[in-house]
């Protein structure tokens, strides 16, 4: 199977997910996420504001900056086809853009440069045991993630993680992947 139709195959997956499932793992990422070593060390964390079908960062987001943590969130440059990072304070600094994802106002945030943050949550739909993984499709990840020093992590449901998945050679492999079952040996 090619890249394409693995992501079809675990998107119809998940979107079938129980909202008790989901609900379940939803807990056990946050969980195993914030009890880590990467997170209680991590001062600037990059996360996504997810949507749909993926896991609640909500909660993630919140409880960073319970503790004092910096949440910096993405926002898309399609033309340029890149990725920017904004310190988010308060949701109310973010905006509805295209596909009805949630990004911040850069007029209400500061930019942060990827070094500049500890660890990135990364997301993905479908991953391997060797940490590759396959996105949304438009490679914003990979490009971001190509000089980043720090530590990077993904939050999956474990019927995400494939032994193999096809890989292309501009493709960057996760650092750290986290299972409702716990951390996957990479």
């Not at 319970?66 to 904004?86: I, R, S």
């Not at 993984?133 to 939050?155: E, P, Q």
Request: hydrophobic share 35%.
């Amino acid at each position: 199977m090619n890249k394409a139709d693995i992501r079809q195959n675990i998107i119809k997956k998940l979107k079938n997910v129980s909202e008790t499932e989901r609900n379940r793992v939803d807990a056990k990422l946050f969980e195993e996420l914030i009890s880590s070593s990467y997170w209680k060390n991590a001062k600037r964390i990059g996360v996504t504001v997810s949507n749909g079908f993926e896991w609640n960062t909500k909660p993630i987001i919140e409880e960073g900056w319970k503790q004092g943590k910096a949440m910096c969130v993405p926002k898309c440059y399609p033309t340029l086809k890149e990725l920017k990072f904004f310190e988010l304070e308060k949701f109310d600094q973010l905006e509805i853009v295209y596909y009805n994802l949630q990004e911040p106002k850069p007029s209400e945030t500061i930019e942060v440069k990827k070094n500049e943050m500890d660890l990135i949550i990364v997301p993905g739909i479908v991953f391997d045991r060797r940490g590759y993984r396959i996105g949304f499709g438009g490679g914003y990840y990979d490009r971001f993630l190509a000089n980043y020093k720090k530590h990077t992590v993904s939050i999956l449901h474990s019927l995400q993680l494939m032994d193999e998945i096809p890989v292309d050679e501009h493709d960057i492999a996760i650092n750290t992947l986290i299972t409702e079952k716990g951390f996957v040996d990479l």
